[in-house]
């Protein structure tokens, strides 16, 4: 599976971004989807997943401001943020997990994209 990721850019606090993220392969249907993000001086941390049946699992960080959901017909998924705050400012990478479930463990995810970069103006 290959994964490309887009929709980052520049957005003013309490603004709005929508992240997609495409990816190849026959049996994307059946891969888990998760976002990851990364803040300058940070760890990578896990922002949102969601299962090959559109089960879905967020930080405590996000919770009501971003949406993770998928399009199976186009491969691809999509994420969602809303309230954007400075903290949110980091490089964003999806991933995909052959075993189907929403893991926050990024450890259990086999593919990566490239990351999108996220910057939130206060």
């Known amino acids: 599976v290959q994964l490309q990721a887009s929709g980052g850019g520049l957005v003013q606090a309490g603004g709005s971004l929508r992240l997609s993220c495409s990816a190849s392969?026959?049996?994307?249907?059946?891969?888990?989807m998760g976002w990851f993000r990364r803040a300058p001086g940070k760890d990578r941390e896990f922002v949102a997943a969601?299962?090959?049946?559109?089960?879905?699992n967020y930080a405590d960080s996000v919770k009501g401001r971003f949406t993770i959901f998928r399009d199976n017909a186009k491969n691809a998924v999509y994420l969602q943020m809303n309230g954007l705050t400075s903290e949110d400012t980091a490089v964003y990478y999806c991933?995909?997990?052959?075993?189907?479930?929403?893991?926050?463990?990024?450890?259990?995810?086999?593919?990566w994209g490239q990351g999108t970069q996220v910057t939130v103006s206060s």
């Open positions: 991933a995909a997990d052959q075993d189907g479930l929403a893991n926050s463990n990024e450890k259990r995810y086999e593919y």
């Open positions: 969601v299962t090959w049946t559109g089960g879905s």
């Open positions: 392969g026959r049996t994307f249907s059946r891969y888990a």
